[in-house]
């Protein structure tokens, strides 16, 4: 299986004033570096943790042998929030709608899962048969631990504090990775 993003978020979590009182920064010349350190704090925990912090969309490519009746397939992305849609391409190769009467989903934990209970008729001489269209994320910041939105400012406040590649004789990629410990709990990944 392979899984792409189609869309990305078109905010930040946290926003640019609560990142500045954090930094007790009070000029606007530095806003754009700040909304960069943002992103830059979001995507890290979001890669500690395996969790998407906010909804995204993306469709997940599967070949005929991944796509059986009655085989689980896992989809390891957090929270996954809906199934949009399964889509397949017949054979003569037109991409067809899979009814939502022939698999069924559990969505509720890590991975979420998709259960199809029939196969369709499929264009053989082609990889990516199947196309699973999702939304992954949490879909308001309250469903977010505070404790992750926290971190969020904690990071923030590191790249923008350390914009240099080294500070004090440790690269900001080894600094970073000490706090990876205190967001193991809050990791939704496989094992």
């Not at 969790?51 to 005929?64: E, G, H, N, P, W």
């Not at 689980?72 to 957090?78: L, R």
């Not at 003569?92 to 209970?117: H, K």
């Not at 008729?121 to 992954?136: E, G, S």
């Amino acid at each position: 299986m392979r899984i792409q993003q189609v869309t990305y978020p078109t905010g930040t979590l946290i926003t640019l004033a609560e990142a500045k009182a954090h930094l007790r920064v009070t000029i606007d010349n530095e806003d754009s570096v700040i909304n960069d350190c943002i992103k830059s704090a979001t995507s890290l925990v979001e890669s500690y943790t395996n969790q998407y912090l906010q909804s995204r969309t993306f469709v997940a490519f599967l070949d005929i042998q991944e796509f059986t009746a009655f085989n689980v397939i896992d989809i390891w992305k957090f929270p996954i929030t809906s199934i949009e849609s399964i889509k397949y391409l017949d054979s003569s190769g037109v991409e067809q709608t899979f009814s939502t009467a022939n698999y069924t989903t559990d969505l509720i934990d890590s991975p979420a899962r998709v259960l199809p209970t029939t196969i369709a008729t499929v264009k053989l001489n082609i990889v990516n048969q199947y196309r699973i269209y999702f939304t992954a994320g949490h879909l308001t910041r309250e469903s977010i631990d505070s404790e992750l939105i926290g971190w969020v400012k904690i990071f923030t406040a590191f790249f923008y504090q350390t914009r240099q590649p080294e500070y004090t004789g440790q690269s900001v990629s080894e600094i970073a990775y000490n706090y990876q410990s205190a967001l193991d709990k809050f990791n939704k990944g496989p094992l």
